[in-house]
């Protein structure tokens, strides 16, 4: 079963716009990662924040995590074509990494 | 060495035929992780080997049987498989077990079923 729900399911933007993809899940966790996945590749691992954080960058990626509302957001800036990928978001349960359902980014050249 | 490799890249296979699908990792982590995915769908949970011992089975038909000979290595033997198994199979890594943990992804073998 799903632990994370993303939206929107796909998003399509011009280079250099800013691109938000939003996380919900459903049980506590103790962290949660976002992940790309190129088309028909394996997954690159982007970020990880803690329950217990808020907010991190990294490059010109920014996550915010809100453990009230059980969710979080992906955001990236000044977009470019290379990030023309999906990103997943992912979830512990147990000893388990539950992943979203994704969000398709397409950027426009 | 921060790469998880995969061989082969592509495989077609019919229903009867017996296959394997390999997967290395030299970064001395000691999880290991089989996924499959579908077209447009998140990577689902297969199997899981902590300290090479198989910890996690996510009721996975008996025609995947995977196999963990060191912990360096991961198979998955496939045999008698259905056209619907046809998907991408990821295999990944992390430096202990646990959801908490980075997982490092193989680029992934894209099985047809036939």
């Known amino acids: 079963s799903q632990q994370g729900e993303e939206d929107p399911q796909a998003l399509s933007i011009q280079e250099g716009e800013n691109a938000t993809m939003n996380c919900s899940y459903k049980?506590?966790?103790?962290?949660l990662q976002w992940y790309r996945q190129n088309s028909g590749r394996g997954l690159v691992h982007l970020i990880l924040?803690?329950?217990?954080?808020r907010e991190k960058h990294s490059g010109r990626l920014r996550v915010t995590l809100d453990t009230s509302k059980k969710s979080s957001s992906l955001l990236i800036t000044a977009s470019r074509a290379a990030d023309t990928a999906s990103y997943f978001c992912?979830?512990?349960?147990?000893?388990?990494?539950?992943f979203g359902a994704g969000t398709r980014l397409f950027v426009k050249a | 060495d921060t790469e998880v490799t995969q061989t082969p890249k592509h495989l077609v296979m019919g229903m009867t035929n017996k296959k394997s699908l390999k997967c290395e990792q030299h970064?001395?982590?000691?999880?290991m992780y089989w996924y499959k995915q579908k077209a447009k769908k998140p990577p689902e949970l297969m199997f899981v080997?902590?300290?090479?011992?198989?910890?996690i089975n996510e009721s996975v038909p008996s025609r995947f049987s995977p196999e963990c000979p060191n912990s360096s290595l991961l198979n998955l033997h496939l045999h008698a498989l259905q056209p619907e198994d046809s998907a991408l199979y990821l295999c990944?890594?992390?430096?202990?077990?646990?959801?908490?943990?980075?997982?490092?992804f193989g680029p992934g073998t894209r099985l047809l079923v036939l």
């Open positions: 990944a890594s992390s430096q202990a077990p646990g959801g908490r943990e980075t997982q490092y």
């Open positions: 049980t506590s966790i103790n962290n």
């Open positions: 924040i803690r329950s217990n954080e």
């Open positions: 992912a979830t512990d349960k147990g000893f388990k990494t539950i």
């Open positions: 970064m001395g982590h000691r999880a």
């Open positions: 080997y902590s300290y090479e011992k198989l910890s």
